[in-house]
């Protein structure tokens, strides 16, 4: 099955600083997301993208299909950034497979 | 804009005892996911369903069955519960049953197993 791998798995970040995720997957995908995790668990749909480039405010993601990767960034940080980022992808099947997640921590 | 529901939030059981989680859609939406997330880990997933039909299966134990109803809501039955299966439950909907679309997740259903 398609393996996921996300990093850097931890981030502490200064509060305004930027960051860059990223997500690498081994087969063609037709889905793939980015979530974050909030600290009471919830998953907060960030972003489908199985490839090209959106934004939304301070957040933007790209994914390169051809090259089976794709990048979050996050710019001016904030305290509520803090949380888990998955990366997941589907082909074909449905189900999601999730890379094993990004902890960012971002001090005030 | 209507997302997707989950009942009950919270429960707590004792090993061996039966739950039931339920998973509301959002409205059209045809296509229901189960996944679970262990403490410190990923969600897996464990069961969907098409129109009323399982389409996909992962690593769900035996002791867990599913079904999705004609309303399309879904519920995920677990007997002989064990500690291990203390984790937190999402249920996702979509519009598509192939992928090619966002999975809308649910706040999720946290079992606790004593």
């Known amino acids: 099955g398609i393996q996921v791998e996300q990093s850097p798995p931890d981030l502490i970040l200064q509060e305004g600083a930027n960051s860059t995720l990223r997500c690498n997957f081994s087969?063609?995908?037709?889905?793939l997301q980015w979530f974050h995790q909030n600290p009471w668990g919830q998953l907060i749909n960030l972003f489908y993208?199985?490839?090209g480039t959106k934004q939304n405010g301070r957040l933007s993601a790209t994914t390169v299909a051809t090259e089976r990767y794709s990048l979050l960034y996050i710019s001016s940080s904030q305290t509520t950034d803090s949380g888990v980022y998955f990366c997941?992808?589907?082909?074909?099947?449905?189900?999601?497979?999730f890379g094993q997640g990004t902890t960012l921590q971002v001090k005030p | 804009a209507a997302g997707v529901i989950q009942s009950p939030r919270h429960l707590i059981k004792e090993k061996r005892e039966t739950a039931t989680l339920k998973c509301y859609p959002i409205?059209?939406?045809?296509?229901v996911y189960w996944y679970q997330q262990g403490p410190g880990q990923d969600p897996q997933f464990l069961i969907s369903?098409?129109?009323?039909?399982?389409?996909d299966k992962g690593s769900i134990p035996d002791r867990f069955s599913a079904q999705q109803f004609s309303d399309y809501h879904s519920e995920l039955n677990m007997s002989s519960l064990e500690l291990g299966d203390s984790a937190l439950y999402f249920c996702?909907?979509?519009?598509?049953?192939?992928?090619?679309?966002?999975?809308?997740f649910g706040p999720g259903t946290r079992l606790t197993v004593l």
């Open positions: 369903f098409y129109e009323k039909m399982q389409s």
């Open positions: 996702a909907s979509s519009s598509t049953t192939y992928g090619a679309d966002t999975q809308y």
């Open positions: 087969d063609s995908v037709n889905n």
């Open positions: 409205p059209r939406h045809d296509t």
């Open positions: 993208i199985p490839s």
């Open positions: 997941a992808v589907s082909s074909n099947t449905g189900k999601l497979i």
